[in-house]
């Protein structure tokens, strides 16, 4: 007999944790977040600036991503940094903009920086 090979090649727990953390991404301020924290830490009152959004809302925003282990925070004296997690997330939003950039252009942003095509 063969074997099936249409089955999933994660389990479900894997899976389900994927789609959560697809979730908090899937949402537009943290998005934003996210790519504003790609290669900097920034503290909740330079990230609501950024964004033109209050301070408490973005704040909300940081908590879901922080528990979605999206982001982590260092204090600095009273002040509390936020940067991206890990590679992985870095990665993870860069590809998902890269994407969606090659569905909207026929040549991306992110390839007329560098004048490469792919």
Known sequence: MHADTH????????????VEVLRVLADPTRLQLAGLL??????VSD???????PGPAVSQHLAKMRMARLVTTRKQG???????????????????????????????????????VS
Not at 7 to 18: K, Q
Not at 38 to 43: K, M, P, Q, T
Not at 91 to 99: F, K, R
């Open 7 to 18: 089955l999933p090649v994660w389990g479900d727990d894997v899976v389900d944790l994927a």
């Open 78 to 116: 009273t002040s509390v940094l936020y940067r991206v997690e890990n590679g992985h997330v870095r990665q993870l939003v860069i590809d998902t903009i890269g994407h969606v950039e090659h569905l909207l252009d026929n040549v991306p942003a992110h390839h007329r920086a560098t004048g490469a």
């Open 38 to 43: 790609l290669d900097e830490e920034e503290s």
């Open 47 to 53: 990230l609501a600036a950024a964004l033109g959004k």
